[in-house]
């Protein structure tokens, strides 16, 4: 069965990186768009980013452009998000996410990883 | 990229019917056939409920159903039973990104 699971998450000081992973299994990872969606304490969902089956496109929500940075290597069905520049209003669950192929929601989604950007 | 609008929370009684709207504008909910809906428990992953509208996965509950009518998207939720008690978070593709509703919580009374 699909599995996701998220880790690299912590505590880290506002203007401080982090990377997030997220290691795939149960499908052919290279086949499919990925997400990255957040959760803010006691908030919704935002979409925060996509990259394509093959890695060569990428969108981002306008709050992180410049900042985050979302890649994979389908030759480890791992999935990454490289965040700079850390905010206070970054903290909250990520969460690594699948793209249904062929059209425009996500089916699958992980666990999560908290991030705070605290000092 | 604004979020789009639900209701903060419904309720009805075992076996009511409850809808829930998600309303976005002509760039989103209102030019794409793209939404999709989720379920979300405390302390859990969403779960997907309606996908490209009206359209169930499999392992969803025929009571869950999902509808458009320009900018406003609908769940409605029959025969209302105590584990559809959650939050529920409407999406639509919005054209090289995603765009999130605010949430609904669904009470079961």
């Known amino acids: 069965q699909v599995q996701l699971l998220e880790s690299g998450g912590g505590v880290v000081q506002p203007g401080r990186s982090l990377r997030l992973s997220c290691a795939a299994s149960?499908?052919?990872?290279?086949?499919?768009?990925m997400h990255w969606v957040r959760q803010a304490p006691g908030k919704g969902l935002e979409w925060v980013a996509i990259i394509w089956f093959d890695g060569s496109t990428e969108y981002y929500v306008d709050s992180v452009k410049g900042r985050f940075t979302i890649s994979r290597d389908n030759s480890k069905n791992t999935l990454y998000l490289q965040m700079d520049n850390l905010r206070a209003e970054d903290t909250a669950i990520y969460y690594c996410?699948?793209?249904?192929?062929?059209?425009?929601?996500?089916?699958?989604w992980g666990l999560g990883t908290l991030v705070t950007v605290s000092s | 990229q604004s979020a789009l609008t639900q209701p903060r929370s419904v309720s009805g009684s075992p076996g009511q019917s409850v809808t829930i709207s998600c309303t976005g504008t002509s760039s989103d909910v209102g030019h794409y056939n793209y939404v999709s809906w989720y379920q979300q428990h405390p302390g859990k992953a969403p779960k997907l409920m309606i996908y490209?509208?009206?359209e169930r996965p499999s392992g969803v509950p025929d009571r869950f159903s999902g509808s458009k009518s320009g900018n406003v998207a609908s769940l409605t939720i029959s025969g209302l039973q105590a584990e559809d008690e959650a939050e529920y978070f409407c999406?639509?593709?919005?054209?090289?990104?995603?765009?999130f509703g605010t949430g609904t919580t669904v009470t079961v009374l």
């Open positions: 999406c639509s593709y919005a054209g090289s990104s995603y765009v």
């Open positions: 149960g499908f052919t990872f290279r086949n499919y768009g």
């Open positions: 996410a699948r793209d249904r192929d062929s059209s425009y929601f996500i089916d699958y």
């Open positions: 490209d509208v009206n």
